[in-house]
Structures are given as structure tokens and as C-alpha cells.
């Protein structure tokens, strides 16, 4: 124990040192980690004022908070005596054998730069990517956030999102309905094309330019069917899809024009016996 004292004793300027070194040491990361959030706030908050893409604004707020709190331990390091160039060329090794392994991970990375540069979606779309259908929440440095319409949150790897086509239902304004309509064989034609037409005008929602489209399109087994192609708003796309589809039915019943189901006949023949 007086060994340990007297050592206590004549190291004490050392000691003293060492403590102080620690104490900065933990304060900068402290600090780095203040500085880091503090940054990414305000460069969300000078993003947001200049109408930058929320997706967009998440994504480098992520990377600039990674990049300063990085910089902030190799700042605490050096402060208790680690050579941090020794440590960089040792964290660039440990890198590359870490990649390696984690290609899957740089993948997700790389493609996120990619959504970030062409933008093939903005948050706040309706999209249909990496077979997941969503409106787009945000874009992370891995994954990309989507919520579906029966409010599940879905982590789609961005990787997963590049290799597959994207369908965005939102980037443009307006949107074609595609409805196809099977009547009975015995139901006139002319007629039946004038109901569809009355339906479509009564409508307000429907855009007069580009111009709706009914036309017989098919002879089917058991139908003769329509095709009804009026133009919306992309907002109004859903509405008026199932609005339509129930006052067609409801026209069609009023001027007695059938709707065909699948149906089969049979046919039964009797062979004569032989005595």
C-alpha cells in the first residue's frame, strides 16, 4: 500500500494529465455529438425553407451528423494519445475486410445516393418499388420508408428498390381510368355505348381534355366487352373508379341491358339401345 502511495505520489503530474486528457477527451465527444445534431437540424430546417425534398433532407442530415460525430472521435482519441493516423490506415483495413462482408450493406448505400440523385420519387408519392406499394416517408442511407394504405410502415433496402422497376403513381397530374365493361350478346351496342357515354358526363370530376374513349374491344365466350377510358385528376383516380363502376352497373340495370356471368350448357343426348 505505501508502494502504491509513494508511486501515486511521484506520478501525480502524470496522473493529473492523464485525467484532464480523459476528461477533454469525453467532453469532445459530448460536444461533437451536440454539434453533429445541431448541424443536421439546421441544415434540414435551410433545406426545408428552399423547398428541398423531405426524402432528399433526411438522407444528407443522416450522412453530415455521421461524417462530424466521426470527426469528433478521432478528435477524443487524439487527445488521450492514440496516433490517429495509425488508427485511420488501420480503420481503412478494417474497413475494406468490413466491406466485404457487407456488400449487401454498401449496395443499399450506393443505391440510396442514387434515389438521391435522379429522384425517381419525392416523399409524400404513391409509389409501387421493390415490390412494395406506398406512399414514400423518407429515404435513409439503407433502407427507404413507405407506409401502405392500410397504414403499415414498411423498411424497403434500397438496393432492393433500384434493381426492380419503380412505378410512381403521383409524378404526373392527371391519370387514364381503365375500366372494362362485359355486356350481353343480345344487348344492343348503339344503346349501350349512349348509357356508358351518360354516365361518364354526369361526372364533373372527368376531365374533357384528353377526351374519354369507349369503344368494343373484345368478343368474348360469353360477353361482348367495352372499354371506358375517361381521364382524371391523379387525386381522384380511386373515387371515381369506384363511383363509376357502381353507377355503370346501376345504368345498365335501368335500361335493361344484362351483364354476363360464366355459365356452361350442357347438352344430354340418349342413345338408342340395341337388342
Do not use: C
Not at 19 to 36: D, P, R, S, W
Not at 52 to 61: E, K, N, Q, R, T
Not at 101 to 119: T, Y
Amino acid at each position: 500500500m505505501d508502494q502504491f502511495m509513494n508511486w501515486i505520489t511521484e506520478n501525480q503530474d502524470l496522473i493529473v494529465s492523464y485525467v484532464i486528457k480523459f476528461v477533454v477527451a469525453i467532453l469532445i465527444l459530448i460536444i461533437g455529438k451536440m454539434i453533429a445534431n445541431s448541424v443536421a437540424k439546421l441544415l434540414g430546417r435551410g433545406m426545408t425553407r428552399k423547398g428541398v425534398d423531405g426524402a432528399v433532407i433526411s438522407f444528407l442530415s443522416a450522412i453530415v451528423k455521421s461524417v462530424i460525430f466521426i470527426a469528433a472521435v478521432l478528435m477524443a482519441l487524439s487527445q488521450v494519445g492514440v496516433q490517429t493516423t495509425s488508427f485511420i490506415a488501420i480503420l481503412g483495413a478494417a474497413g475494406l475486410a468490413i466491406g466485404l462482408s457487407l456488400q449487401g450493406s454498401l449496395s443499399n448505400m450506393a443505391s440510396g445516393v442514387l434515389i438521391i440523385m435522379f429522384r425517381p420519387f419525392r416523399a409524400g408519392e404513391y409509389v409501387d418499388a421493390g415490390g412494395v406499394s406506398g406512399t414514400v416517408n423518407e429515404v435513409n442511407i439503407f433502407q427507404t420508408v413507405l407506409k401502405t394504405p392500410d397504414n403499415k410502415v414498411v423498411y424497403v433496402p434500397n438496393a432492393q428498390i433500384t434493381g426492380q422497376p419503380i412505378t410512381n403513381y403521383s409524378r404526373e397530374d392527371t391519370r387514364r381510368v381503365d375500366l372494362l365493361i362485359g355486356v350481353s350478346y343480345d344487348a344492343d351496342l348503339h344503346k349501350t355505348k349512349e348509357v356508358l357515354e351518360s354516365v361518364l358526363k354526369a361526372d364533373q370530376r372527368l376531365l374533357k381534355d384528353p377526351e374519354w374513349n369507349i369503344q368494343v374491344h373484345a368478343l368474348n365466350n360469353s360477353s361482348v366487352d367495352f372499354i371506358v377510358r375517361p381521364w382524371v385528376k391523379s387525386t381522384d383516380y380511386w373515387p371515381v373508379y369506384w363511383d363509376l363502376m357502381r353507377e355503370i352497373k346501376i345504368a345498365l340495370d335501368k335500361n335493361d341491358i344484362g351483364i354476363p356471368y360464366p355459365q356452361m350448357d350442357v347438352h344430354l343426348f340418349k342413345q338408342a339401345s340395341q337388342d
